[in-house]
Every structure is written in C-alpha cells, then in structure tokens.
T-cell receptor, first 112, second 116 residues
Framework: EDKVVQSPLSLVVHEGDTVTLNCSYE??????LLWYKQEKKAPTFLFML????IEKKSGRLSSILDKKELFSILNITATQTGDSAIYLC????????????FGKGTSLLVTP | DTGVSQDPRHKITKRGQNVTFRCDPI?????LYWYRQTLGQGPEFLTY????????KSRLLSDRFSAERPKGSFSTLEIQRTEQGDSAMYLC??????????????FGPGTRLTVT
C-alpha cells in the first residue's frame, strides 16, 4: 500500500528560527514529490522534485529529495509569523496513476 | 488565486439530499482532479480526467458519487443521497499534463460541504 508519512505532525517555533520538515514515502512507480502550503484554504504549490540531490529554492524555503532513502525535507529559514500553516507533502505515482498521495501534513505555528 | 475556481464555496444540506459542485480549471489545463479533505488529514484522491475522459476513480468514490467533464472544460461532482460522513472539503485541481514535462497540480479554493 502506498504511504506518505510526514513528521513532525506539529511544530511551534519562534520567529527567526529555522525549521526542517520531513516527508518519507513508499510509493510504487514514483514520478515526483510535491510540497504544498495550506492556510485556511486550498493548498498552494511550493515545489516539485523529481531528481535526487538537486535543491530547489524559493526565498527562505528550500527542499531536496533523496530517492535512494525515499524521503524529502523542506527547510524554512528565518521563519516569520506568515509561515504559520500546514505543510503538505504529496507523491505522484503509486496505484493512483497521476493522482497525488498526500501525507497528513505538518502544522507549523510561528510565534512572535 | 491559482486560476482554478469552484462553486459553491460552502454548501449545507440535509442528509438524503443530492448536491452538485462545479469546478472550472485553468483554461489550458488538460487534467482535472477531485480530492476530498477532512479535518486533520491531507487531501484524498477521488477521481481524475484527462480532457473529457474519466481515467481513474478511487475506491473512496462510492456509487453515490459521480463526476463528469463534458467537452473537457469544467467538471461537476454530484453526491446523491448525502450522508453525514460526506461532510468534508471537496477540492478540485488542474494540471497541464505530460506535454508540459511537469505536472504541478494547482488547487481551487474548495467547496465545504456540511451534511446535517
């Protein structure tokens, strides 16, 4: 059975801290791994990763994929209160064709 | 705003009633997906379309659920004889498809269904 597991499930940090969110997966026919940010609305796209070891970066956010160890991390540096959200990891592949298999998400709260 | 729109944004219905939701994808996107999300969970896949063809359905999609995408543009998701367990956020997403070389899915704002 395809699985996407995120850790931690929740996290509270102070503004300015750096956080690392984890996503491990067991999915057949892996095609890509995606990270989304979800506030009180629909998920918004952050990154899509298909190759191991290549870091994707956008401002204070970065992500990398390890296809040998089957995991990805999402880093957020110099966190701000606006980073407070649920971060979802999703894997494309598995038994659902092009559909995404999502983890439960990591709920991040950044306090002032 | 991703360019994917959904209507209505909220729906309250009584158990046993039928409901229909609409999704308008980003105009040049070939693939359209439906997901369901309940509190504390990530979205769960329901079904997807490549143009007008419904290519895959999850086992979550019982006989009470039906989806269409006539002419490969907007899509509708209908739930018949709603049950309280159907209460959830119903998310629509669209993507370009393989022709683009990547397949990022962009989500609409969702329709929150409450069955009383």
């Amino acid at each position: 059975e395809d699985k996407v597991v995120q850790s931690p499930l929740s996290l509270v940090v102070h503004e300015g801290d750096t956080v690392t969110l984890n996503c491990s997966y067991e999915v057949t026919n892996f095609r890509s791994l995606l990270w989304y940010k979800q506030e009180k609305k629909a998920p918004t796209f952050l990154f899509m990763l298909t190759s191991s070891g290549i870091e994707k970066k956008s401002g204070r956010l970065s992500s990398i994929l390890d296809k040998k160890e089957l995991f990805s991390i999402l880093n957020i540096t110099a966190t701000q209160t606006g980073d407070s959200a649920i971060y979802l990891c999703a894997v494309e592949g598995g038994n659902s064709g092009y559909a995404l298999n999502f983890g439960k998400g990591t709920s991040l709260l950044v306090t002032p | 705003d991703t360019g994917v729109s959904q209507d209505p944004r909220h729906k309250i219905t009584k158990r046993g009633q039928n409901v229909t939701f609409r999704c308008d994808p980003i105009s040049e996107h070939n693939r359209l997906y439906w997901y369901r999300q309940t509190l504390g969970q990530g979205p769960e896949f329901l079904t997807y379309f490549q143009n007008e063809a419904q290519l895959e359905k999850s086992r979550l999609l019982s006989d009470r659920f039906s989806a269409e995408r006539p002419k490969g543009s907007f899509s509708t998701l209908e739930i018949q004889r709603t049950e309280q367990g159907d209460s959830a956020m119903y998310l629509c997403a669209s993507s370009l498809g393989w022709a683009s070389g990547t397949d990022e899915q962009y989500f609409g704002p969702g329709t929150r269904l409450t069955v009383t």
